[in-house]
C-alpha cells in the first residue's frame, strides 16, 4: 500500500523503531469480530463459533458473519472491528441511565449500549447525516430494544433541546479514519495534514454540543478510529482545560496501549489514563478512547429547565388511544409474550397518524426535533383494523413465542426474506411471528387457505 510520503515522515517521528511494525501491519489481513445480542431470547444458539471470545466484551467474539443470516436478519449479531467494541464497554452503561450517542450511524456502538441498558433507562441515538441515520435506525430496529430514540439531528440543535439531560455520552467523532486504511485503503486519499486539523476543529464544535447534554456528575467517552495526536489526546487536554471535566482510568487489556501525554504541548499527565488500540497490536483495527467525568456538582440549568417545561406545552400530534382502539390493538397483542419495557403498553401507549408506539421519552420533549423512531412503534392502525409493525416482530424477538412459524428448511427462509408467500401446515391463524432456526425476523399472516401473507418489509427485501 502506498502511504502518503507525510503520513510516513509523521508516523516515523512519533514512534521510533515501532513505526516499522505499523507500516509493515497496514498490508496486513484485518481480524473480524461480531457481537451478539443479549437481548434476544437464546441469544448464544447461533451458527458461529464462539471459541475466540474477545477478551475486553462480554459479548464480542472473533469471526465473520453474514447479512444474509436469519442471526442477522433477526438481529442476534451486529458485525463490528474488535477494537471499534471498546468505547461501548468504556462508557460503563448500567441499565437505568439515560445515555446518548451522538454520532452514532451505522450503529456498532449504538446496539451495544442498547444491550447494556437491558431495556431500562433510554438511549438516544442520533446521527446528522440522514441517509446514514436511516441505516441507524433499521441496525437499532433489528437489535429490538424497547427504550431507544432515533434522531436526526445536529449536535447544537440537539444540546438546545435536551440541556444537561444525560448521565452518559458517547462521542464517537468523525475522524481522518487512519485506523480504516487497511480495511478501506481509499480513505488514505484524503489524508493529509491540513485534513486532521479540520477533523480536530469540528470533534471540538461536537463536543461543545456534547457537554451542554452532560448532566453534572455524569462521563464521556470520546472516541475516534485514528491514530493522530491532534485528534485524540490533544482533544482530551483541550477538553480538560476548557471543562470541568477529569480523565477517569480505563483498563488496558492485551493489544491495547496507554495513551501519550508527550504527544501533546499540554503534556497532561492523566492522558496516560487513555487507551490506543493500534492494528500492529492485532485487536482489529485503531482506536482511541478516553473516558472523562463531569466534576460539576450543580447544574445552572435551573433555567433551561424552565424553558423545557415552558416547550412542553407546545402541541403535538401525538393523541392518546381511546378505550375502542386499546381493544383493536389488543386482540392482535395478547397472543404475543412481551418483553420489560411492554409490560405496562396500554397504560403508555399513543399515536400519531395512526401510528401506535410506546415511548421512550415523551415526545412533547422531543417536539420539533426530527425523530426517526422513540420506543417501540407497535404498529398501524386503520380504521378497526390494527396490523403489526416490523419493529415488533424484531422486539418480540426477546422472548419465546408460540404464535410462531419456524421454517425448517433454509429454502422458505431465503423466499420469505425475497417477499413470497409460503403454503404452511399450522393450526395458526392471523399474525404469527416468522422465524428461521428460532430467529424471529418478521410478521406473517395466515388465512384458513393455510398460506402465510408475507408482511417482510418491502424495503429489506433480498
Ligand atoms: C465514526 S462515525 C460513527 C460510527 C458509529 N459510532 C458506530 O459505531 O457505528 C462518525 C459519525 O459522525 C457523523 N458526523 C459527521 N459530521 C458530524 C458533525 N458535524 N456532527 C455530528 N456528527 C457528525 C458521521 O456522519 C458519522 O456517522
Redesign the pocket.
Known amino acids: 500500500m502506498t502511504l502518503p510520503a507525510e503520513f510516513i515522515e509523521k508516523y516515523q517521528k512519533l514512534l521510533g523503531e515501532e513505526s516499522n511494525n505499523f507500516f509493515e501491519a497496514i498490508d496486513k489481513q484485518s481480524k473480524k469480530g461480531f457481537r451478539l445480542n443479549p437481548l434476544k431470547y437464546n441469544y448464544q444458539d447461533v451458527q458461529y463459533s464462539l471459541k475466540e471470545p474477545i477478551e475486553f466484551t462480554s459479548d464480542g467474539y472473533y469471526g465473520g458473519v453474514s447479512g444474509r443470516d436469519s442471526e442477522w436478519t433477526g438481529g442476534y449479531v451486529y458485525s463490528?472491528d474488535p477494537s471499534?467494541m471498546y468505547?461501548?464497554v468504556a462508557l460503563d452503561v448500567k441499565p437505568g441511565d439515560i445515555v446518548l450517542?451522538?454520532?452514532?450511524?451505522?450503529?456498532?456502538?449504538?446496539t451495544a449500549l442498547a444491550s447494556a441498558l437491558r431495556n431500562e433507562g433510554v438511549l438516544v441515538a442520533?446521527?446528522?447525516?440522514r441517509s446514514?441515520a436511516k441505516d441507524?435506525r433499521e441496525n437499532l430496529e433489528r437489535w429490538g430494544a424497547t427504550n431507544v430514540v432515533v434522531t436526526n439531528e445536529?449536535?447544537d440543535r440537539l444540546a438546545k433541546k435536551l440541556p444537561a439531560f444525560f448521565d452518559k455520552i458517547?462521542i464517537?467523532?468523525?475522524?481522518s479514519?487512519e485506523g480504516m486504511f487497511r480495511k478501506d485503503p481509499d480513505a488514505m486519499q484524503y489524508w493529509s495534514q491540513e485534513y486532521v486539523i479540520t477533523c480536530q476543529t469540528?470533534q471540538k464544535?461536537?463536543l461543545a454540543?456534547a457537554m451542554k447534554m452532560l448532566k453534572p456528575g455524569g462521563e464521556i467517552v470520546y472516541?475516534?478510529?485514528t491514530y493522530s495526536p491532534e485528534e485524540d489526546e490533544e482533544i482530551v487536554a483541550w477538553l480538560v482545560e476548557n471543562y470541568n471535566l477529569k480523565v477517569e482510568p480505563l483498563k488496558l487489556f492485551k493489544g491495547m496501549s496507554s495513551g501519550r501525554p508527550d504527544w501533546t504541548g499540554a503534556n497532561l499527565p492523566d492522558l496516560k489514563e487513555t487507551v490506543r488500540l493500534w492494528f500492529q497490536n492485532g485487536v482489529g483495527e485503531g482506536q482511541f478512547v478516553a473516558r472523562l467525568r463531569n466534576t460539576e456538582e450543580n447544574s445552572n440549568n435551573e433555567s433551561k429547565t424552565e424553558k423545557r417545561k415552558k416547550k412542553r406545552q407546545k402541541k403535538t400530534t401525538v393523541t392518546r388511544l381511546n378505550k375502542e382502539e386499546i381493544a383493536t390493538v389488543e386482540k392482535v397483542i395478547t397472543n404475543f409474550v412481551l418483553p420489560t419495557g411492554l409490560e405496562n403498553w396500554q397504560k403508555e401507549v399513543l399515536q400519531s397518524n395512526g401510528h401506535v408506539f410506546v415511548p421512550a421519552l415523551d415526545p412533547e420533549i422531543l417536539n420539533d426535533l426530527h425523530i426517526l423512531n422513540n420506543g417501540v412503534e407497535l404498529g398501524l392502525l386503520k380504521k378497526k383494523r390494527f396490523e403489526p409493525s416490523h419493529q415488533l416482530a424484531e422486539v418480540l424477538g426477546q422472548k419465546e413465542q408460540r404464535q410462531l412459524i419456524n421454517f425448517e428448511d433454509k429454502a422458505n427462509y431465503e423466499r420469505y426474506l425475497h417477499g413470497e408467500t409460503i403454503k404452511v401446515d399450522s393450526k395458526l391463524r392471523g399474525f404469527v411471528l416468522v422465524a428461521y432456526r428460532n430467529h424471529i425476523f418478521s410478521f406473517g399472516k395466515i388465512g384458513n387457505d393455510q398460506i402465510l401473507k408475507n408482511f417482510y418489509p418491502k424495503g429489506l427485501r433480498k
Do not use: V
Request: hydrophobic share 30%; glycine share 8%.
Open positions: 463490528q471499534a468505547p461501548a450517542d451522538l454520532c452514532a450511524a451505522p450503529g456498532g456502538k449504538s442520533n446521527e446528522i447525516s446514514r441507524l445536529s449536535p458517547l464517537d467523532a468523525p475522524c479514519g469540528r464544535e461536537i454540543e472516541s475516534t478510529c
